[in-house]
């Protein structure tokens, strides 16, 4: 496992755009798109993307993300920014994958603005609440419960909707995780299905505040992203204008380390790269 050095933060020369971002809308998330675009600003980040859960169909109750009648609502808001706001807004969106709903639902949705970016992510599974001392997070069921999330990384990918792979391996989230035999097995397939979608991977910073205690995703996926030639963007994940751009210096010297020079910019889903 690689250790992460925290470097100082006048170290870091020029800072990556933040293409993960969560407003009010999501429910547990606070402010505006307008608020972030002021704190990017005043922090020197380049660009954000606003990106807040796509709405589902027959929500009776969503706690993370915004009803289907909010859309336009979200994206007026994003609009405001992107017109107003100090610091260029992309118009982004976190489009959770659910088998049910891949054909049809979230590709019409998907069709009826012109986005920028679209993240891909997996929720749903046991990894979410299991912790490492509980007494059915035996060996076995957590080496399945990594099989099946990477299978399901696998079956986003093909679903061929999204441009960036969010938290790649928030299965780790909690610190449950198999050995690295298994990892070995299981991950390069469905990083092979990223690079024949042609989907970039977002380095998502929220996991050094969570159990996991390090990027999305580790070191050693970012070694076998990098043998693919897969891009990368960088992600926050901030639910508060505060978080924007939080621990992007240790980001950056981490994927320089795996050898990336370069991350993927977006504009109208269309990726171009640009240096480190
Ligand atoms: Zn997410
Ligand atoms: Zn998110």
């Known amino acids: 496992m690689t250790t992460l050095e925290i470097s100082s933060p006048s170290s870091f020369s020029s800072w990556p755009a933040d293409y993960h971002t969560h407003t009010y809308l999501c429910r547990h998330a606070e402010y505006t798109p307008l608020d972030y675009s002021r704190a990017a600003a005043e922090k020197g980040i380049p660009e954000i993307a606003c990106t807040d859960h796509i709405p589902f169909p027959n929500d009776p109750a969503p706690s993370i993300r915004m009803a289907l009648d909010e859309f336009d609502l979200y994206?007026?808001?994003?609009r405001e920014a992107q017109a107003q706001g100090p610091?260029?807004?992309l118009l982004g969106v976190e489009a959770d994958y659910r088998r049910d709903l891949v054909d049809g639902y979230i590709q019409q949705l998907l069709d009826r603005t012109d986005f920028d970016l679209v993240l891909g992510s997996l929720h749903t599974g046991p990894f979410?609440?299991?912790m490492p001392d509980d007494p059915t997070a035996t060996p076995e069921f957590?080496?399945?419960m990594w099989r099946t999330y990477f299978l399901r990384m696998a079956d986003l990918a093909d679903a061929r909707l999204f441009d960036v792979c969010s938290h790649f391996d928030i299965v780790k989230r909690n610190g449950c995780r198999p050995s690295e035999k298994v990892l070995a097995?299981?991950?390069p397939p469905a990083l092979d299905a990223v690079a024949q979608a042609g989907m970039a991977i977002e380095i998502n910073t929220s996991g050094l505040e969570h159990a996991a205690a390090?990027?999305?995703p580790s070191m050693q996926i970012l070694a076998w992203m990098q043998e693919r030639s897969i891009p990368i963007t960088f992600g926050s994940d901030a639910h508060a204008p505060?978080?924007?751009g939080r621990h992007f210096e240790p980001a950056a010297d981490l994927v320089k380390s795996a050898g990336y020079t370069t991350r993927a910019s977006f504009r109208k889903r269309i990726c171009r790269q640009v240096s480190l």
Not at 75 to 78: E, G, I, M, T
């Open 75 to 78: 994206l007026s808001l994003v």
């Open 87 to 89: 610091c260029p807004v």
């Open 128 to 130: 979410w609440d299991l």
């Open 142 to 144: 957590v080496e399945q």
């Open 185 to 187: 097995e299981i991950v």
């Open 214 to 216: 390090e990027c999305y």
């Open 242 to 244: 505060s978080q924007v």
